[in-house]
């Protein structure tokens, strides 16, 4: 029982991140996504020092962890098994950045965006379980 507690704070926390900063509002991503806007002045900035701010907080943080022999709820680390780049891994990602660049959400940012009641997070999410 002490795992899935950890790992439901977890998500507590990353969802309190991303509706404190604001992701969890379409129109906030896709005003960075907008290259147009940067030329015209309005272009958001915001998700940009979003990514800063978690780079600032994971690096040292996975530094840390990964020096340790053991995580502290598991036998071992869980760790992929390679560094390939290949075709799968390029499109999956291509597919997730064009899916986050149309609808404004990633899966992160929608489940927050459940209290707001905005029915196109419903779709969204509809649509996420269906694919």
């Known amino acids: 029982m002490r795992i899935p507690l950890i790992a439901f704070g977890a998500g507590l926390l990353f969802g309190a991140g991303l509706a404190v900063s604001g992701m969890h509002d379409p129109a906030k991503v896709l005003g960075f996504l907008d290259i147009a806007a940067i030329v015209g002045g309005g272009w958001d900035p915001s998700l940009a ?5 978690a780079l600032a907080v994971a690096i040292p943080g996975y530094r840390l962890v990964l020096s340790r022999p053991a995580p502290a709820f598991e036998p071992r680390f869980q760790l992929p098994d390679t560094r390939v780049i290949d075709r799968r891994l390029i499109l999956g990602s291509a597919t997730f950045g064009v899916g ?3 609808a404004g959400f ?3 940012g929608a489940l927050p965006a459940i209290g707001t009641g905005d029915p196109a997070v419903f779709l969204f999410l509809a649509a996420l379980i269906g694919g």
Do not use: A, D, S
């Open 49 to 53: 020092f979003v990514m800063g701010g």
């Open 100 to 102: 986050w660049g149309i």
């Open 106 to 108: 990633c899966p992160g």
